[in-house]
């Protein structure tokens, strides 16, 4: 794929801070910027990072060409615009691993470098981290809520066209099972699964009026007995007897996309056995979201469809992260004004578990401080290198790395912090400093 | 701007329900597939069609090259890849003009050719038109909150960065007046504005402490005596009086980002008068949606900032429209199942007005059949021919045009229409067939 620049992906006043800030003194001084969410989404119990497979990928294409220069050429100086073109990145990142979970405060993402040359990444590293992560919150409720069921993503059409793409990866880090999405099949090989929609069965109308077996009986004929039948275009009943009757009870699946769901699938459970059709798998999909899910937990369903509540981050579509300047030259920095204050100072972060594995708490501590011990407990940092002077460090983790990890983390929380009800964050965050 | 295919922005299973449909004969037949919403958000009294002009560049960049095709050859057959490969609209397009207002049922795009040649498009229309349409929809609620006061869009941050650009343009088309998305200028022309981040401030700290006024001065002195200073990074009273000592009281704006901003502002409004600084204008930010900007019209602001709540559509982050078959060779048709019933046959759609201009209800009514008239009142048709034998037409309205159309379209609401109290559509819509 063609690789555009993505240096315009950014505010305005990100390049006339720059202008303003170039050619003082304190620009050269080295600054620590932290990324950070001040809350959890309401009653949220953890957030799950992602999007920084991208960011890195975003990164490198961070470039300012004859294009990018030409657009903002009017508003900023000569000299700014020559410091625009010459811009590689050259400072640090650390940060949490993708697919690691994250607490308020916790400091997701650390950059270093000068003023300048890190507050250009602003836009650009909240953008992506804050979408991502909201997505892959969201969905890793589902696929708790799903228990070990799959979850096809299929929401692509009620988000913008590539915010599907990044909503694909980001569920598929979380645990869904395959996307509908393409882009993100060719992207980051995420798998591609679908079914058929209601206007396929409707084509099959004639001056006789519907015929949904000769759609049934094309659909299967062309895709093989693997393939899935939607069988809720007209009577559902009559819709798992011409499945049947088409494809014989070896179909693969038959997905039921309105009504009840639960009620529907018992019936149609009871109706494909009485027909044979034992190993035919129940998709179900329509206006699902966690709480959905979990409610059809006791149902014969074999896999959830899930689309809108999933690209819109069920209810909470953005994780809400901030970008700010902690520390400069040494010296700890903090907006002091009202209620959003900031703790200053670059900061490290470790979490702290009981022998079992399972977590107690996360700690805030200084950078060049000592991990802190508990009697009895490990503690493991949470912070890893991602880029060195400019360029990303070698191994970073693939996207089916993080998913493990995400895996894996999650059971490390107290039972109550995987409940799909409202309550405080999972574990408690110290500040130790 | 390089241009990418648009062809894997789709669902698998548009490509399989084009595998199976291909070579059977009714998939020859002429198709029309309709977009429309079945419901507003919830309370919401109309939406604002926006992504149009988006679509159609999309629709031209909907080519599956070599790329594309490797990617989708695992699991279609030759036969379908060459017709992939092949593929261009050929068909017909009408639809609401963009900045057009909506309502429950409106028919607001119209598709017209074979099932394959129509089906194919369905994810990229739908993601487009109900990312867009969401984040216009909200904006212009914002924009009638703020009154004739002007609002930046502000919240590129807070969603994922292409889609940013797009929330930019659909806010500009809703009224917004500018923008801090630069891709967003590119690309589309939207004004572009900015102020300063706290972390331009907490750069002047040295061994000595904090130096606001040092960041102003620096400030001011680079970017002029227009610029706009953020005040409340420390005290906000300490802030204003360094800002007009930096300035003088020709500064172009103070910014206030936290806090209570009704009282802020009537503080810093006094406090400014009382240093001559009468004409700076003053820019709040922080949080805002509609209500909140509402609730400071009585106060002496200036220019609102908006951010999350713009781009993640103020609780609505998606329009919810749907892409669907109704008519196929003049046989209309529809899914019958369950409550997700839908109207067959291609709709036309009008707007009925009283002389005085103020709409009273939308009729939907059969394609052919002549518009319905109602005694002492107007009747407007509410599509217009978007592309024809798969090229746009002439004359498209631009950016400009819709935004200017949405303007006037607002005022012939009934004047409860624009409230932002939860109720009822504006208008109904009256089901003449």
Same mark, same amino acid.
């Given at each position: 794929?063609?690789?555009?620049? !993505?240096?315009?992906?950014?505010?305005?006043?990100?390049?006339?801070?720059?202008?303003?800030? *170039?050619?003082?003194?304190?620009?050269?001084?080295?600054?620590?910027?932290?990324?950070?969410? *001040?809350?959890?989404?309401?009653?949220?119990?953890?957030?799950?990072?992602?999007?920084?497979?991208?960011?890195?990928?975003?990164?490198?294409?961070?470039?300012?060409?004859?294009?990018?220069?030409?657009?903002?050429?009017?508003?900023?100086?000569?000299?700014?615009?020559?410091?625009?073109?010459?811009?590689?990145?050259?400072?640090?990142?650390?940060?949490?691993?993708?697919?690691?979970?994250?607490?308020?405060?916790?400091?997701?993402?650390?950059?270093?470098?000068?003023?300048?040359?890190?507050?250009?990444?602003?836009?650009?590293?909240?953008?992506?981290?804050?979408?991502?992560?909201?997505?892959?919150?969201?969905?890793?409720?589902?696929?708790?809520?799903?228990?070990?069921?799959?979850?096809?993503?299929?929401?692509?059409?009620?988000?913008?066209?590539?915010?599907?793409?990044?909503?694909?990866?980001?569920?598929?880090?979380?645990?869904?099972?395959?996307?509908?999405?393409?882009?993100?099949?060719?992207?980051?090989?995420?798998?591609?699964?679908?079914?058929?929609?209601?206007?396929?069965?409707?084509?099959?109308?004639?001056?006789?009026?519907?015929?949904?077996?000769?759609?049934?009986?094309?659909?299967?004929?062309?895709?093989?007995?693997?393939?899935?039948?939607?069988?809720?275009? =007209?009577?559902?009943?009559?819709?798992?007897?011409?499945?049947?009757?088409?494809?014989?009870?070896?179909?693969?699946?038959?997905?039921?996309?309105?009504?009840?769901?639960?009620?529907?699938?018992?019936?149609?459970?009871?109706?494909?056995?009485?027909?044979?059709?034992?190993?035919? %798998?129940?998709?179900?999909?329509?206006?699902?979201? $966690?709480?959905?899910?979990?409610?059809? *937990?006791?149902?014969?369903? &074999?896999?959830?469809?899930?689309?809108?509540?999933?690209?819109?981050?069920?209810?909470?579509?953005?994780?809400?992260?901030?970008? %700010?300047?902690?520390?400069?030259?040494?010296?700890?920095?903090? %907006?002091?004004?009202?209620?959003?204050?900031?703790?200053?100072?670059? %900061?490290?972060?470790?979490?702290?578990?009981?022998?079992?594995? !399972?977590?107690?708490?996360?700690?805030? =501590?200084?950078?060049?401080?000592?991990?802190?011990?508990?009697?009895?407990?490990? !503690?493991?940092?949470?912070?890893?290198?991602?880029? *060195?002077?400019?360029?990303?460090?070698?191994?970073?983790?693939?996207?089916?790395?993080?998913? &493990?990890?995400?895996?894996?983390?999650?059971?490390?929380?107290?039972?109550?912090?995987?409940?799909?009800?409202?309550? $405080?964050?999972?574990?408690?965050?110290?500040?130790?400093?």
């Amino acid at each position: 794929m063609t690789r555009r620049s !993505t240096a315009l992906l950014t505010d305005h006043y990100e390049l006339t801070m720059i202008a303003a800030a *170039r050619t003082h003194p304190a620009a050269a001084r080295p600054c620590v910027f932290e990324v950070f969410a *001040r809350r959890l989404p309401d009653g949220r119990r953890y957030g799950v990072v992602a999007g920084t497979g991208r960011l890195l990928d975003a990164l490198a294409d961070f470039r300012f060409g004859d294009e990018e220069l030409a657009a903002v050429g009017e508003f900023l100086d000569g000299e700014t615009l020559q410091w625009l073109a010459d811009y590689r990145f050259t400072g640090d990142i650390d940060g949490y691993r993708e697919g690691e979970l994250y607490f308020p405060g916790s400091p997701i993402l650390t950059v270093r470098a000068s003023f300048a040359d890190a507050v250009v990444l602003e836009t650009l590293i909240l953008s992506i981290l804050n979408h991502d992560s909201a997505i892959a919150s969201a969905a890793a409720r589902m696929v708790t809520a799903a228990a070990s069921r799959p979850i096809i993503e299929m929401g692509s059409r009620r988000t913008h066209e590539y915010a599907a793409v990044a909503s694909s990866r980001a569920a598929y880090l979380a645990g869904v099972t395959a996307t509908s999405n393409l882009e993100a099949a060719r992207s980051y090989g995420v798998p591609s699964a679908g079914t058929a929609a209601h206007a396929f069965t409707l084509l099959f109308t004639d001056e006789n009026g519907p015929n949904e077996l000769a759609a049934f009986r094309t659909q299967v004929e062309r895709l093989g007995l693997g393939t899935t039948l939607l069988v809720d275009t =007209y009577d559902i009943t009559r819709g798992v007897a011409n499945a049947i009757e088409a494809a014989g009870p070896e179909l693969g699946a038959v997905r039921i996309d309105s009504g009840d769901l639960g009620i529907l699938a018992r019936q149609v459970r009871e109706q494909l056995d009485s027909l044979g059709a034992h190993r035919t %798998k129940i998709v179900v999909s329509g206006d699902l979201d $966690e709480y959905a899910i979990a409610s059809l *937990r006791a149902e014969p369903v &074999d896999i959830y469809g899930v689309g809108t509540s999933l690209v819109t981050g069920s209810g909470a579509p953005t994780a809400g992260m901030v970008y %700010k300047l902690v520390e400069i030259d040494g010296i700890p920095v903090a %907006k002091r004004s009202s209620h959003k204050e900031s703790h200053g100072g670059a %900061k490290a972060a470790a979490r702290i578990a009981r022998r079992s594995g !399972t977590v107690t708490e996360e700690v805030l =501590y200084p950078w060049d401080a000592p991990a802190p011990a508990v009697d009895g407990h490990t !503690t493991t940092g949470l912070q890893t290198p991602l880029v *060195r002077g400019g360029d990303p460090v070698d191994a970073l983790p693939s996207l089916h790395g993080a998913r &493990d990890h995400l895996r894996d983390a999650l059971i490390t929380l107290p039972w109550e912090g995987l409940g799909l009800s409202h309550g $405080e964050p999972a574990i408690p965050t110290r500040h130790a400093f």
